[in-house]
């Protein structure tokens, strides 16, 4: 398709493992971005890519929490050692550019359940 | 105080009714804003840009006041399809679009 696209759409594991969600953009974006949304509540900044620039990784919450974006396209969010405050929907976003008024287009998410 | 603040809600109306949200940010320095509905279990997705004074897209109407730091979707005629959560959202521009999302206001539009 031509939109967002991540995986696993759902993710359950068990409290101390590892795990790793997918995100591939939409084809020509060079910026994306991941964020996390807890239930109720809005959306929370993790991490930004753009290009082959350093990412603005400020929002990642803790060391357990990184990313990569290889080859300027797909990108992997890792959390290690999940905790059950990591349960979240973690979304991307990806748009043609970083700056000006270029649009955020979001996938459908990863929903992730820490038992 | 959280950087974007919206009413929660709910707010249940009528079909035909009128309603508005309003949000406010603390960021004087922001740039731009945005209105993004999200439905239930599904990713947020672009309602309308807000990039200056406001603007309108058929029974939508945004207002942006830089001077009070808020921001307003105003819905007419509503639809039983309006049903969704609206997320005020304000670009700080460092640099990048650095989106702040506000948690959300729910709208639920009943017959």
């Known amino acids: 398709g031509a939109g967002v696209s991540q995986s696993p759409s759902n993710k359950v594991t068990e409290k101390g493992k590892d795990v790793e969600l997918r995100c591939d953009p939409i084809?020509?974006?060079?910026?994306l971005y991941w964020y996390r949304q807890s239930l109720g509540q809005g959306l929370e900044f993790l991490i930004y890519?753009?290009?082959?620039?350093?990412?603005?990784k400020s929002g990642l919450p803790s060391d357990r929490f990184s990313a990569e974006r290889t080859g300027g396209s797909v990108s992997t969010l890792t959390i290690q050692r999940t905790q059950q405050e990591d349960s979240a929907v973690y979304l991307c976003?990806?748009?043609?550019?970083?700056?000006?008024?270029?649009?955020?287009?979001f996938g459908a998410g990863t929903r992730l359940s820490v038992l | 105080r959280k950087e974007v603040e919206q009413d929660p809600g709910p707010f249940n109306v009528p079909e035909g009714a009128t309603v508005a949200f309003n949000c406010t940010y603390s960021?004087?320095?922001?740039?731009?804003f945005f209105w993004y509905r999200q439905d239930c279990r599904k990713e947020p997705k672009l309602l309308m840009s807000?990039?200056?004074s406001g603007n309108e897209d058929g029974r939508f109407t945004a207002q942006l006041n830089r001077a009070s730091q808020y921001i307003s979707l105003l819905i007419r005629d509503s639809k039983l399809s309006d049903s969704a959560t609206y997320l005020c959202v304000v670009n700080e521009l460092r640099g990048y679009n650095k989106l702040i999302f506000g948690a959300g206001t729910r709208l639920a539009v009943h017959p």
């Open positions: 976003a990806s748009s043609l550019g970083g700056g000006g008024k270029n649009i955020q287009y």
């Open positions: 807000v990039y200056s």
């Open positions: 960021n004087s320095a922001s740039q731009s």
């Open positions: 890519f753009q290009g082959n620039s350093a990412p603005d």
């Open positions: 084809s020509g974006h060079t910026a």
